[in-house]
């Protein structure tokens, strides 16, 4: 089925450890993005990238790092875990122009 | 710098009785508007959008928006609440087709039978 895929779909990590969230997306869409989800706060934009080879910052990019080295898949990184990244991250892909996002299932991850 | 906020981070209502969630918006220039469903456990859909068309917007599920520029709004509504509409309802807003969308912090709607 057509969408974006999120790897793992769940995650403890220790603090100070690192680890890589992987987005992939199926549907040859330009742009996509990760945002995380707490309570309370809604969505925040952590990186973006409107294509290939390419990646900006988000409203909240501190502590992480991402890289989109082919079309399909969108990576983040986190170097040193700390416990305030204790969320729900959700990647999102979408076409040039269609001003719809299509998001995956979301990777919840905790940082003890 | 454009945002958006949402009016009440819970709403209920019976089932039947209409469904109003608000949106307000800020931003320099006419924005592209956006309402997003998240149900349990799982990623946000897109329920409707306004992109500088017709200001009445219909979406699926039976929802609806209004934009109005004089107030700054995009309230979602829908005349008949179902069970199935409990859910958290985001609004988001972008300046431009290129430019990432910000989301509001939520509304969580909950159907009473």
């Known amino acids: 089925n057509a969408g974006v895929t999120q790897t793992p779909k769940f995650r403890v990590l220790k603090t100070g450890q690192s680890m890589t969230l992987l987005c992939a997306q199926d549907?040859?869409?330009?742009?996509m993005y990760w945002y995380r989800q707490d309570p309370g706060m809604g969505l925040r934009l952590i990186h973006y990238?409107?294509?290939?080879?390419?990646?900006a910052k988000g409203e909240v990019p501190d502590g992480y790092n991402v890289s989109r080295l082919k079309k399909q898949n969108f990576l983040l990184g986190l170097e040193s875990a700390a416990p305030s990244q204790t969320s729900v991250y959700f990647c999102?892909?979408?076409?040039?122009?269609?001003?719809?996002?299509?998001f995956g299932a979301g990777s919840r991850l905790t940082v003890l | 710098a454009q945002s958006v906020t949402q009016l009440g981070s819970h709403v209920s209502v019976s089932e039947g009785a209409l469904v109003l969630l608000r949106c307000n918006y800020s931003?320099?220039?006419?924005?592209?508007l956006f309402w997003y469903v998240q149900y349990p456990n799982q990623g946000l859909q897109l329920l409707l959008k306004y992109t500088s068309a017709a200001t009445l917007v219909k979406g699926i599920n039976g929802f609806e928006a209004e934009f109005k520029k004089s107030e700054t709004s995009f309230h979602l509504t829908k005349p008949s609440a179902h069970m199935s509409d409990a859910a958290e309802y985001f609004c988001?807003?972008?300046?431009?087709?290129?430019?990432?969308?910000?989301f509001g912090k939520g509304t969580r709607l909950s159907v009473i039978a």
């Open positions: 990238s409107v294509g290939e080879g390419t990646t």
């Open positions: 549907m040859n869409h330009e742009y």
């Open positions: 999102a892909s979408e076409g040039a122009g269609a001003n719809v996002l299509t």
């Open positions: 931003s320099s220039v006419p924005p592209y």
């Open positions: 988001a807003v972008r300046l431009s087709g290129n430019t990432p969308l910000v």
